[in-house]
């Protein structure tokens, strides 16, 4: 199989339909990392009404951090966390691992945002990736963590040209290609404040964390509604197995709708796609390199993100998002066998050298997608419950900033991260159907668009662009 790079990248690259079609032969239809896990313990329900100093609702990265820095922060007061499902089953057990510093989903996000507040922004981010590895250290936390850093890799020679006009130490192809082989690279650069981990394995030893610090969990147990007493009284919190009376409340429900009517316009669940090889052997690894271990992402619109594990495997993300109409979340929208195939073919371009090998499990994710493509924070009950949701697809590092945030906020305090125009400033929220799903599907045709025309954003993205809802990987 060889790639052209004309045109772009993928698209205009011949299809070998018996190497994909082995390649996906006997793939497993489930997560690999929470495959990985094996037995986990199944924490209980709740099963009578119970009063907390503080309630989270929401067993992912947010939540978990959220529980975590509570205990540390206020050592003995009580703290009860309650999730619907199981401890990480959502995007917090499915990503991809990259743990990056950026809590804006990028410099160029950033700073195109809070241009007077970037460098704060970024201080601050690489400030919370060190505490992640400081915790990781700390409590001996069993979740594959490395901090090998992200290499950003231009496919098209636009690409190239925007990486020389941003001012970015560029990696020639030469150079790329000797940290990892592919005939598809031109350019590229390397982030070193990004950590890969085992992303179900990182929530299952926040839970761990959580619980030896004092919290209490329960597991299956959904928040269905939430209502307070007054200014100053408890808020309540309604689940399926009893009330949950509590002086303060975190929601930390990421992509699944907030108990708060307000806020629920604000995001949208886009559906992202990811393959597992089988581990490589020794003489596939040398094929490739990889020496470093680094995560990657090319720079389209649709960008690919992939990186290698602990036991040698590849997992490959990314290109298709796929909104649904109406904001629904549903376990039908993981079964996509073109988008599964199609993630195939761009694997075996980006990597003739390992035909052959085959994908072991598929399996797809919702992220909480929202208009400036990292998290937002909101607050309500005079300052009774704080809200968290929107990181876009980059949490796994934010998410714990975002729980300072909301701790911050709930204790009253005034910190340079609540005085962060990222803090107190919220973003435009999403239009109701059907204007929601006829926008979102022209965004994703534009940016398709772009990729195959040299990155010229047409009047839409620019117009995108100019409102602050523009979208560029």
Not at 24 to 32: E, I, K, N, P
Not at 457 to 464: E, S
Request: aromatic fraction near 8%; charge should be neutral.
């Amino acid at each position: 199989m060889t790639a052209t790079i004309s045109g772009t990248v993928f698209s205009r690259t011949p299809t070998d339909r018996a190497a994909v079609d082995h390649a996906l032969v006997g793939v497993r239809d489930a997560c690999f990392w929470i495959d990985d896990l094996g037995e986990v313990p199944v924490r209980p329900p709740l099963r009578r009404a119970i009063e907390t100093d503080l309630l989270v609702v929401g067993g992912g990265y947010t939540g978990l951090w959220t529980a975590v820095r509570a205990q540390q922060r206020e050592p003995g007061r009580r703290v009860v966390l309650i999730e619907a499902e199981r401890i990480g089953w959502a995007a917090s057990g499915r990503n991809g691992g990259f743990c990056a510093a950026s809590i804006t989903h990028g410099e160029e996000n950033g700073r195109s945002r809070w241009p007077g507040q970037y460098d704060e922004l970024e201080r601050l981010g690489i400030a919370n990736l060190d505490a992640i590895e400081a915790s990781v250290e700390q409590y001996a936390m069993d979740c594959d963590y490395e901090r090998t850093g992200e290499l950003d890799v231009a496919i098209e020679p636009h690409q190239v040209a925007d990486l020389r006009a941003s001012g970015a130490d560029v990696l020639e192809a030469d150079e790329v290609r000797a940290l990892l082989d592919s005939p598809t690279y031109l350019a590229g650069v390397l982030d070193p404040d990004v950590a890969m981990v085992h992303p179900a394995k990182l929530a299952r030893e926040l839970a761990r964390v959580a619980a030896e610090l004092g919290v209490e969990i329960f597991e299956g147990t959904r928040a269905t509604g939430i209502s307070g007493a007054g200014k100053r009284g408890p808020v309540t919190v309604t689940t399926t197995a009893g009330t949950i009376s509590a002086r303060r409340v975190a929601l930390a429900t990421n992509v699944f709708p907030s108990l708060l009517a307000r806020y629920r316009m604000h995001t949208v669940p886009v559906y992202d796609y990811a393959l597992m090889t089988e581990p490589l052997n020794a003489d596939q690894l040398a094929s490739i390199g990889w020496e470093g271990r680094q995560g990657v992402g090319d720079l389209a619109n649709q960008f690919h993100y992939y990186r290698i594990s602990r036991d040698n495997r590849i997992l490959w993300g990314g290109y298709d998002a796929i909104y649904h109409y109406g904001r629904k979340v549903s376990p039908a929208y993981e079964h996509r066998p073109t988008t599964y195939r199609r993630l195939a073919e761009h694997f075996l371009t980006t990597f003739p050298q390992l035909e052959g090998l085959r994908f072991s499990h598929q399996w797809a994710g919702a992220i909480d997608t929202s208009t400036r493509f990292c998290a937002f924070h909101g607050r309500a009950m005079n300052g009774r419950v704080a809200h968290t949701a929107g990181f876009t697809g980059l949490g796994v590092g934010a998410s714990r900033f975002a729980a300072e945030v909301m701790l911050d906020r709930l204790a009253g305090l005034d910190t340079e991260r609540t005085r962060l125009d990222m803090v107190r400033r919220m973003p435009v929220p999403f239009p109701p159907e059907p204007i929601a799903s006829i926008g979102i599907q022209a965004t994703r045709r534009a940016l398709d668009r772009a990729d195959h025309r040299g990155g010229r954003r047409n009047a839409w993205l620019r117009t995108l662009d100019k409102l602050g809802l523009g979208f560029d990987s």
